[in-house]
């Protein structure tokens, strides 16, 4: 079983909203950097949002001002609001954590220790 687990994906029509959730059950969320990317069919995994142990948030500029990262500390859970939605955003969407902060690099996959599944994030009309 992977230390973290994706849910909240599905089909969206254009300018709906999504809600992503990472939960982890046995890493203690609340002291992990978490990072969401996403890989779409045919292209590399890039990074879409980040949110520090300390919960400074960055943003990939494709998503800045539609997505927002937060963090639940009483449920150990780190939540991707995602807004607007275009067809560009289709992708499975993955979270992964860090047990120490790297916001200057936080776009480097190999940073991040732990992987979840992934969710499917369809947007189509």
């Known amino acids: 079983q992977l230390p973290l687990v994706e849910s909240g994906g599905g089909l969206v029509q254009p300018g709906g909203s999504l809600r992503l959730s990472c939960t982890a059950s046995?890493?203690?969320?609340?002291?992990?950097?978490i990072g969401w990317f996403r890989q779409a069919p045919g292209k590399e995994r890039e990074g879409v949002s980040y949110?520090?142990?300390?919960?400074?948030?960055k943003y990939a500029d494709p998503v800045a001002g539609r997505f927002t990262i937060s963090r639940d500390i009483a449920r150990k859970t780190v939540f991707l609001q995602m807004n607007s939605l275009k067809p560009d955003d289709t992708a499975v969407y993955y979270c992964?954590?860090?047990?120490?902060?790297?916001?200057?690099?936080?776009?480097?996959?190999?940073?991040?220790?732990?992987w979840g599944q992934g969710t499917q994030v369809t947007v189509s009309s």
């Open positions: 992964a954590a860090d047990p120490i902060d790297h916001p200057s690099s936080w776009l480097h996959l190999e940073r991040y220790d732990y």
């Open positions: 046995k890493l203690p969320l609340n002291y992990y950097a």
């Open positions: 949110i520090s142990s300390r919960n400074s948030t």
